[in-house]
């Protein structure tokens, strides 16, 4: 939505969750006795889940029966997530107002999490791996058994949320925040890793049993973007592993509903792994059955999808169903960038604009970071710090690049496809 310049949308969802953060944090306080709040990923308008599934007999108030969001810290439940969202406004739009949701969830973090592993650094422990591995609870024991830690998209969301917190400008922190940041940062868990393939493994001990088809291994490139052509153009920072991890991951191919392969190899630059994917996304039919032909079908729980609904608004020339049906040399006329199929939109977005994750101050603007040169291309989407960027991308060239306001322009950067 940033990116498409939807920001006064994008602030409903903030909205939503800052009028449940007082609730969430009361509910960390009684469950746990420490300060935050983290988020179900089936939560009421309210925050609470959407069923009646804590608490049951012999077990804790505050875990859930439900084996698959049971110990979800920082994947589905989207805690990190929303956090680092609502540092991305703060980079986009210059409000402050929602920070505090950082905040907090920073402080879940530095509260929740007391375990230490022989090195020193936090263990993320008992714990599950998104909806794939879970975590038992005996009953008769009242003790966690078979479970997970140092799942990766719990470490990549905590290393992805505090590498932004100690970014922000002074002006919106405080001296002791930034302390206190700095010193967990020093002791967060690594990411696991196969050395020998070079691979992001999905947790660090993994529980028996495999229940569900999620690609953790990718959350360190979506949605908490550790590993970003972004940051590769930006900073010179090497996304070698994130690649390696793609490009051998069992769920590289994953591109139905909520799977989000698709959007990890753009967010890495993978052009050719990205270009059928999202022409796949863009010939699903509409889901039978309903009156506005834009609704999605659901490959995975239930029609309409909220994972690949259609806004209308979006000018495109031709329109994505019909570039499924085109030869290689596709010409798109992107003036309006409204919500399309929601991971194929933010993949097309991202195609053409990311951010360098380089901080606050002066946030690079990458520009066609994954597109493919052979397409043609005529946009205008925002970058960070309210930085316009429009482009017209015609038979290999840049035809034209208009920067608003022109102060930011040596801001701009190419990404790939940058002959003039």
């Not at 753009?266 to 506005?292: C, D, E, I, K, W």
């Not at 834009?294 to 495109?316: N, T, V």
Request: glycine letters at 8%; one cysteine or more.
């Amino acid at each position: 939505m940033l990116i498409a310049g939807d920001g006064d949308i994008f602030k409903v969802l903030m909205d939503y969750e800052m009028n449940q953060r007082i609730f969430l944090e009361q509910r960390t306080q009684l469950y746990w006795n420490h300060s935050g709040h983290w988020t179900p990923e089936t939560a009421t308008l309210f925050g609470a889940y959407d069923s009646p599934t804590n608490g049951g007999k012999g077990w804790p108030i505050w875990l859930n029966t439900n084996p698959y969001i049971r110990l979800d810290w920082g994947g589905d439940s989207g805690t990190g997530e929303m956090a680092i969202m609502a540092m991305d406004y703060f980079n986009w739009v210059g409000d402050a107002q929602y920070l505090p949701l950082a905040y907090s969830v920073a402080d879940f973090y530095m509260g929740h999490f007391n375990n230490r592993s022989e090195d020193g650094r936090v263990l993320v422990w008992p714990a599950q791996v998104l909806e794939t591995f879970w975590c038992d609870f005996n009953t008769s024991t009242a003790s966690f058994e078979n479970c997970c830690s140092n799942d990766a998209p719990t470490v990549s969301a905590m290393h992805a949320l505090f590498d932004k917190l100690l970014a922000l400008p002074p002006t919106v922190t405080t001296p002791a925040q930034r302390t206190q940041w700095a010193a967990f940062s020093q002791i967060l868990p690594i990411l696991a890793v196969n050395a020998s393939s070079n691979v992001i493994l999905p947790a660090a001990q993994v529980s028996s049993g495999r229940h569900n088809s999620e690609g953790p291994e990718f959350y360190p490139m979506h949605p908490h973007r550790m590993f970003t052509k972004g940051r590769q153009v930006a900073s010179n920072t090497s996304i070698e592993l994130g690649i390696s991890t793609y490009l051998q991951s069992p769920w590289r191919g994953a591109n139905s509903g909520w799977n989000y392969a698709l959007n990890a190899a753009v967010l890495l630059g993978l052009t050719q792994q990205a270009v059928p994917m999202l022409l796949a996304r863009a010939s699903t039919p509409p889901a039978a059955g309903y009156r506005f032909p834009g609704y999605a079908p659901h490959e995975q729980d239930f029609d309409p999808s909220s994972d690949r609904k259609f806004l209308m608004g979006c000018s495109l020339s031709p329109t994505l169903p019909q570039l499924a049906k085109l030869p290689a040399l596709h010409t798109f006329n992107i003036l309006v960038m409204h919500l399309d199929f929601a991971n194929m939109n933010r993949a097309l977005q991202e195609m053409l604009l990311q951010s360098g994750e380089d901080g606050f101050e002066d946030t690079k603007v990458v520009l066609l970071p994954a597109w493919p040169c052979a397409w043609d291309v005529h946009f205008r989407l925002v970058g960070p710090l309210n930085t316009t960027v429009e482009v017209a991308y015609v038979g290999g060239k840049v035809v034209s690049l208009t920067v608003e306001p022109p102060s930011r322009s040596s801001a701009v950067v190419w990404g790939g496809c940058m002959t003039a």
